[in-house]
């Protein structure tokens, strides 16, 4: 597996990676994660850090031929393989996606636009060398279909300990799972909250990332749902994530453009409805609207509402939960056939 | 990585480009559409990167016995960061100032080992390699290394004279824009010589001007010892806050430089050695000043009792509380209008003080937050239900994270900061806010000349007037968008002239607008 | 039909008195219409374009605004020698890769004025390392303590590539130029032929000349530097008998004006010889129409392509042009050559004939015209403006291909020497090709 890091960041693409490594090794082949290291600042240095990508060799190893190579970012995936597939996290969003949006960087550089060029060229001409391309979500493959022209498939994973979670009570809060910061827009929540006819209740759950933002948060539901309403749960035990989700009445998830997110799919197999956005990315994939949860406008009046539906029908709330755990069944979510398609 | 194209060297001379694509190319006589360009090969690339190669070696030769470079031992760094190993340098006479022009000509490392042998008398050692690097990327600026090692202590120590250095450094460091990799000056130029001359007089009117102000400052100081209620301990610190005056001064000065841009390096150089004069006077009257002084600890002591002093003084002058809040409350459309004051856009109100503006605001449902780094202030806002923390402004706004605000505001605070301190509030403010958020930060306005030359001292812990043509330049040049001051109270009174149009102008000079507020966007 | 592109365009406009200010000004209505244009300049004021599709926007060069202007497709930048007018410009195209349109592929000037007035010395002395090694070093160094002038370095050190360093793509007007950096650049280097716009310039009358009988009127027009070659005229004109059938008319600013009062009155021509000084453009184009011959020696030349020589032909005039640079591949019949080694004996001989066969000069002047219309459109140099954006990932793939094969080589040098890095080159430089080739077309 190639993959790159930026040193001492930790986040869901290395989990992801080892969680592959573990499966590959489970269906009897033996796996390494090869990271190199990534540093996107200044961007002249970028297409540095791609040539050095390419010239890193790993056709064989001690003699031995290296069977296959699974290429999972940039610029790692550039490197050269005869017998190589891409499962694409994501591409340098810089150049793409985040490209003159406040989140991204490399416009606001002199050589941004060419360094841009760069990498969209470059992407566009080598991802095509691999056997088979295909990426963690519908998102990221709408993202390469419409900046490289390039086709490719989303293959979906179960999250980390997917077997572990079940479905139980419908209880009296809803969970707010996720690390706490802009991106996930949990002030979208805390003012929902403020705005429903029921006392909703809320666990939020989930380390914070942004302190300032956090505290303001707080603060916030301090004051506008006082009553113990709102609970910081903070980052958890896996057990006690586990009981959280298997005991809520529903789960709200309002990211802005995720590519993915483990939330919902937590959600569903854990039989809850998921309370989501128009503008989340990811979660659309998985979560229809009335049938399994709700996708509402991203303001805290249509969230207020659609907590309000499933605070006062329960039974709505329990109904779309299961169809949730059915459609995680139904779309075969799983590593068997991840690992067909990567090994294959 | 500097450059496309090197010089054709003797060793590739005709045959470099056979075969790829030969003169018919782009070049026909009648052609005037451009010509489908031959690809590139990796045989030019090859030639290319051995020219590189041939280049940097006959270039900048890595000399020395030690081998650092070209040798058989692989060297760590690039080349550029490799220091020549020591050999026998007449030794420098470090007692005769330093002629800035033949180091200045001198490039990457071996500029830096210069540096390092003029300034400080030695070899270069590992740190010299960070300079070398920083140069080669453009990171720094020669004149910045320079500087950075003959203000390094050891510099200090070595105390190399070097006519002209510093007030340039000042300048250099005080407008660098940190996105331009190279400190270039060029001038702006194309409007002409008319307007060059135009704004060199305005240069030397500012001069005059500021020359006039240190002279006053320096006095005042002399009057101050004698003064009962200064002492001598205050006359020091007088002076200390002269030579913040200048630094100041000489920003100010780099920051019409810049904009302006048209002076020729004549002028600059010139007006450098005005400062250079300018700042003998100031560091005479800084060494008479402390020859009174009786300890400079005493003076930092007493600066948290002198926080009550402060709130006892702005009862005075300030006005009462909800002719504040009533004045401030022109402010509410444009907090409506940037959005600021939700949960997700909050406002931060630096210098909060006794938190006039946090209460109008949480009156209107506003959120809010104020940071003053005068304790009984904080405390004062607690008291009130108001969140305010006791804290430094532009460390607190270092701290918040990169567009989490809808708005920072600051009333009657800079005209207390220092004046780099001022810019890196301008810079953590626009970190800080979201996009088209705003801030607004009001102060006494100097084109009034009574507010900018009595009224304006009235309060012991101003530093300097901030004119709003310079704090306007000043944000637009830290990149704020549609910059603007805001004028506000005028006293309304008026002079009874019989001549209409002086009775106006002297209006607008005595009586016009005592405040202004510098508002400016986020992009 | 291609999606229109965004171009960033930095230039000099108007009212600034500059001939690519004006060549700008005529381009910018066909540019419109093929693409969203942004000109971008550092001039306090400007003449607003008349032209759709087109913005002006004003630029600090200490703070270009980098989102705008990474907005666009393709960034052209105008560079000439002079440094007032290009060297904000100059300042921008240092830091972002973009197409350097070279309006003198001669730029010796240009630098050195940036190190002399603008404290550029230690980066113009670089400039010379890079560009012209040791001993463009060492000449740099001379012109700094002022042993040289910029006019004795200019052709053996041009420092044509130093305008190039962060360029993804060269424009030269000049053929010979073109094929001169295509030899020492592996930058793609583009051609087009430099345009004037005839609307607006009256086809020559009959009746704007003086009748036959009286004197002939030459004219010399533009700025009007050393290479004018000014006193050569002065000089053919005392030599000849029929000098008093001649009237020099002199439009613009002459850069050495005592001198030329000076020889003027030495050689007694005070009375044939009017210098006008800078006129309006409608007084100029008079001026020029009711000339019978537009006298534009250049020698040397900078590697320009002449503004002034499509004005004259624009107006129909026919002209005297040296046998260099440019103008040497002008058609026979469009202009009159002087040979710079017989200047006098080659300006005496054609004004003779002047008087003796004016027809040939008349039908010179009127296939220039033509020639005008059909070669030098605004509309064929928007066009090949277009195109050259439409090439923007490849070029955009050669600078990066040149920066990582110096930034490789270094490194590879730096480790295993020159010996290594001859083994190690070809693998590398393939990687870098397969890396930077464009991806084709979609």
Request: charged share 25%; with cysteine.
């Amino acid at each position: 597996m190639l993959t790159a890091q930026v040193p001492f960041v930790r986040g869901g693409a290395e989990m992801l990676a080892e969680s592959l490594a573990r499966e590959i090794g489970r269906a009897g082949h033996q796996a390494e994660i090869i990271s190199l290291p990534f540093r996107w600042y200044p961007p002249a240095r970028i297409p540095e850090h791609m040539l050095a990508c390419r010239l890193v060799d790993v056709e064989e190893s001690n003699g031995v031929p290296i069977d296959r190579v699974i290429g999972l970012k940039f610029p790692a995936y550039l490197a050269r393989h005869p017998n190589k597939v891409l499962w694409l996290l994501h591409q340098h969003r810089g150049a793409y996606d985040l490209w003159g949006t406040e989140l991204g960087d490399l416009h606001k550089n002199p050589d941004g636009a060419h360094v841009r060029s760069a990498i969209q060229e470059a992407d566009t001409r080598l991802i095509p060398e691999a056997r088979a391309c295909y990426t963690i979500s519908r998102k990221v493959s709408e993202r390469l279909r419409r900046f490289c022209d390039l086709p490719s498939t989303p293959l979906y994973h179960p999250p980390p300990g997917a077997e572990r979670l079940s479905g139980g009570e419908y209880g009296d809060y809803f969970l707010v799972p996720s690390r706490i910061n802009r991106a996930k827009r949990q002030h979208l929540v805390v003012e929902a909250l403020a705005l429903t006819r029921n006392p909703v209740r809320a666990v939020f759950m989930g380390a914070a990332d942004d302190a300032g933002y956090t505290d303001g948060l707080k603060r916030a539901s301090e004051r506008d749902t006082p009553g113990g309403r709102v609970v910081w749960a903070g980052a958890v035990s896996d057990e006690r994530r586990i009981a959280l989700y298997a005991d809520c009445l529903g789960v709200v998830f309002t990211p802005w453009d995720e590519d993915y997110g483990y939330v919902s799919l937590e959600a569903m197999l854990s039989s809850k409805a998921v309370v989501t956005c128009a503008d989340s990315g990811g979660p659309l994939e998985f979560v229809e609207d009335r049938v399994n949860g709700i996708v509402c406008e991203p303001s805290p009046a249509a969230l207020a509402e659609a907590l309000d539906l499933l605070w006062g029908r329960r039974n709505l709330a329990r109904e779309y939960g299961q169809a949730g755990r059915q459609r995680y069944r139904d779309m075969d979510i799983g590593w068997e056939k991840t690992l067909a398609c990567l090994l294959g | 990585m500097n450059e496309g194209t090197r010089p054709r060297l003797p060793s590739d001379a005709p045959a470099d480009r056979a075969g790829s694509g030969n003169a018919s190319n782009g070049a026909g006589a009648s052609a005037s559409q451009p010509m489908p360009v031959p690809d590139l090969q990796a045989s030019d690339l090859v030639v290319e990167m051995i020219r590189t190669a041939l280049d940097d070696r006959t270039v900048a030769p890595p000399s020395g016995s030690g081998g650092a470079a070209g040798g058989t031992m692989p060297s760590l760094g690039p080349p550029t960061s490799t220091f020549p190993a020591a050999r026998p340098e007449t030794r420098r006479d470090m007692s005769t100032p330093l002629d800035l022009g033949p180091l200045m000509a001198r490039q990457g490392a071996d500029f830096v080992r210069h540096v390092y042998l003029e300034l400080l008398g030695r070899e270069p050692d590992d740190h010299a390699s960070f300079y070398a690097a920083a140069l080669q990327e453009g990171r720094l600026s020669k004149l910045e290394i320079l500087g950075g090692v003959r203000f390094s202590d050891e510099g200090k120590a070595a105390g190399r004279a070097v006519p002209g250095l510093k007030p340039r450094f000042l300048l250099t460091r005080a407008y660098r824009v940190p996105v331009l990799g190279r400190a270039l000056r060029i001038g702006t130029a194309a409007a002409g010589l008319p307007a060059t001359l135009r704004h060199l007089q305005r240069m030397e009117q500012a001069f005059s001007a500021a020359e006039a102000r240190m002279a006053g400052l320096a006095a005042a100081s002399g009057e101050e010892r004698r003064a009962r209620m200064d002492g001598e301990a205050e006359a020091a610190a007088r002076a200390n806050k002269m030579e913040r005056a200048l630094t100041a001064l000489v920003s100010e000065t780099a920051s019409r430089l810049d904009e302006r841009g048209k002076l020729t390096d004549d002028a600059v150089v010139s007006l450098a050695d005005k400062l250079d004069a300018l700042e003998a006077t100031v560091a005479e009257a800084a060494k008479r000043a402390a020859a009174h002084a009786a300890g400079g600890e005493a003076a930092a002591a007493a600066d948290n009792s002198l926080d009550a002093l402060y709130m006892a003084f702005e009862d005075k002058f300030r006005g009462a509380r909800e002719l504040i809040k009533e004045r401030q409350a022109v402010y509410l459309p444009l907090l409506e209008e940037c959005g600021a004051g939700t949960l997700a856009r909050p406002v931060l109100d630096v210098g909060c003080g006794r938190g006039e503006w946090l209460e109008l605001l949480r009156d209107r449902d506003l959120v809010a937050r104020g940071v003053d780094l005068n304790e009984a202030m904080v405390e004062f806002c607690r008291g009130m239900g108001l969140d305010a923390v006791a804290g430094d402004a532009v460390e607190h706004l270092g701290a918040v994270p990169a567009g989490s605000l809808g708005a920072v505001t600051g009333f009657h605070i800079i005209e207390h900061l220092p004046f780099k301190v001022f810019v890196r509030l301008l810079d953590e403010a626009l970190r800080a806010l979201a996009p088209g958020g705003a801030i607004v930060f009001e102060t006494p306005n100097p084109d009034n000349v009574l507010v900018g030359s009595r009224n304006f001292y009235l309060d012991p812990t101003h530093r300097n007037p901030m004119p709003s043509d310079m704090t306007v330049m000043i944000a637009e040049a830290r990149g704020f968008d549609r910059a603007h001051p805001r004028p506000l109270h005028p006293t309304g009174q008026s002079f009874n002239a019989e001549d209409k149009a002086l009775g106006e102008r002297l209006d607008g000079l005595f009586y016009g607008p005592q405040d202004y507020a510098l508002v400016a966007w986020k992009p | 039909m291609p999606a229109r592109l965004k171009l960033n365009l930095f230039s000099p406009l108007p009212p600034l008195r500059s001939e690519i200010a004006n060549h700008t000004a005529h381009l910018l209505p066909p540019l419109g219409r093929l693409a969203d244009v942004t000109v971008w300049t550092s001039q306090e004021d400007w003449a607003a374009p008349d032209a759709e599709g087109v913005r002006v926007r004003r630029f600090r060069p200490d703070a270009p605004p980098w989102p705008a202007i990474n907005e666009a497709r393709a960034t052209f930048f105008n560079i000439g020698n002079n440094t007032a007018l290009h060297g904000d410009i100059f300042r921008v195209a240092g830091v972002v890769p973009g197409v350097a349109i070279l309006h003198d592929t001669v730029l010796q000037h240009f630098f050195a004025g940036l190190a002399v007035h603008h404290g550029w010395r230690s980066e113009y002395l670089d400039a010379m390392r890079r560009h012209h090694g040791a001993e463009g070093l060492e000449q740099g160094r001379r012109l700094l303590t002022g042993g040289v002038g910029a006019s004795d370095l200019a052709h053996r050190f041009p420092l044509t590539l130093a305008a190039a360093d962060r360029a993804t793509a060269l424009v030269c007007h000049v053929p010979d130029g073109a094929r001169a950096l295509e030899a020492r650049t592996r930058l793609p280097v583009y051609r087009l032929d430099l345009s004037t716009d005839l609307a607006g310039v009256q086809e020559p009358t009959a009746a704007a000349k003086t009748a036959d009988g009286e004197p002939r009127r030459l004219v010399m027009f533009g700025h009007l530097g050393f290479n004018r070659r000014l006193p050569s005229l002065l000089r053919a004109l005392a030599e000849m008998p029929e000098r008093d059938a001649f009237r020099l008319d002199i439009y613009g600013q002459i850069e050495d004006e005592a001198e030329a009062r000076r020889l003027t009155a030495s050689l007694g021509l005070g009375r044939l010889v009017e210098a006008h000084g800078f006129v309006p453009q409608q007084d100029l184009d008079r001026g020029i129409a009711r000339a019978h011959l537009a006298v534009n020696l250049r020698y040397p030349s900078m590697g320009e392509a002449s503004a002034s020589q499509l004005r004259t032909w624009a107006l129909g005039l026919p002209s005297l042009v040296t046998r260099t640079g440019w103008y040497a591949t002008l058609p026979e019949d469009a202009v009159f050559f002087v040979e710079p080694e017989d200047e006098i004996g080659g300006i005496k001989r054609h004004l003779a004939r002047l008087l003796t066969r004016p027809g040939a000069f008349e039908a010179a002047g009127r296939r220039g015209r033509a020639l005008v219309a059909s070669r030098h459109s605004p509309e064929r140099y928007a066009e090949g403006l277009v195109e050259i954006a439409r090439q923007a990932p490849m070029q955009h793939g050669r600078r990066a291909a040149v920066d990582l094969a110096h930034a490789s080589s270094r490194a590879l040098a730096g480790m295993v020497g020159m010996e290594g890095l001859q083994r190690a080159a070809p693998g590398v430089a393939e990687e870098i090709t397969l890396l930077t080739r464009p991806a084709p077309p979609r």
